[in-house]
């Protein structure tokens, strides 16, 4: 199985901060990478596919890049509504995987 | 706007099976290319893809489930559902269902959850 870690596993940051979040795959992926966020209580919701393709209706200020085994997410100025947990996900081959997440606190 | 709707027991005995059904609104489940998948969320193993089902009855599974598992459709309820055998405390879990399209984007075929049904609690205990 491909193997996801994130780092880091949690961060705290103030509002309007730039926030970026790793990922990285046990082999190359490609771009076969996906990006959720889960907010308490709620099931994940869809940001960015396919490394770097942001979904419809998700705000300009998240964005994805890299490509074969690293990855990023960034948030390019944190609002309150971002408070939530980030997973990566990766989908080049089965079985389909999910890193552990990245917490997201705001100070 | 399409959405997806869990429903089943919120207990099961140990041993026994987990059922699960996941409906589909606001599309059609025959529709498009997709996937229809089921995940779970415990606090000791994260997000863990368990399998997919096309329209069609083709299956996916995680080997790490699969001697357990069996997904299957209902193209005229608009439906899908899980089933997993010989259950332990270990599969106590959220578990959601999620659609799962394939799309040809930039010479190769991608796919990714989206939506999500908001999650159904089981718990495995006696």
């Known amino acids: 199985d491909i193997q996801l870690t994130q780092s880091p596993s949690s961060l705290s940051a103030s509002v309007g901060d730039r926030v970026t979040i790793t990922c990285r795959a046990s082999?190359?992926?490609?771009?076969?990478l996906n990006w959720y966020q889960q907010k308490p209580g709620k099931a994940p919701k869809l940001l960015i596919y396919?490394?770097?393709t942001l979904q419809s209706g998700v705000p300009s200020r998240f964005s994805g890049a890299g490509s074969g085994t690293d990855f990023t997410l960034t948030i390019s100025s944190l609002r309150p509504e971002d408070l939530a947990t980030y997973y990566c996900?990766?989908?080049?081959?089965?079985?389909?995987?999910f890193g552990p997440g990245t917490k997201v606190d705001i100070k | 706007q399409v959405q997806l709707q869990e429903s089943g027991p919120g207990l099961v005995k140990p041993s026994q099976t987990l059922s699960l059904t996941c409906t589909v609104s606001?599309?059609?489940?025959?529709?498009?290319?997709?996937?229809w998948s089921w995940i779970r969320q415990s606090a000791g193993k994260g997000l863990e893809w368990i399998g997919r089902?096309?329209?069609?009855?083709?299956?996916n599974y995680n080997p790490s489930l699969e001697s357990r598992v069996t997904i299957s459709v209902d193209t005229s309820k608009n439906q899908f559902s899980l089933r997993l055998r010989s259950v332990t405390a270990a599969d106590t879990a959220v578990y959601y269902c999620?659609?799962?399209?394939?799309?040809?984007?930039?010479?190769?075929?991608?796919?990714?959850?989206?939506?999500w049904g908001q999650g159904s609690l089981v718990t495995v205990s006696s």
């Open positions: 089902i096309e329209a069609s009855g083709n299956t």
């Open positions: 606001g599309g059609s489940i025959s529709s498009g290319s997709y996937y």
């Open positions: 996900q990766q989908s080049y081959i089965s079985p389909l995987t």
């Open positions: 396919a490394a770097s």
């Open positions: 999620a659609r799962d399209p394939f799309v040809f984007l930039r010479g190769v075929i991608h796919n990714w959850f989206d939506p």
């Open positions: 082999e190359s992926i490609s771009s076969y």
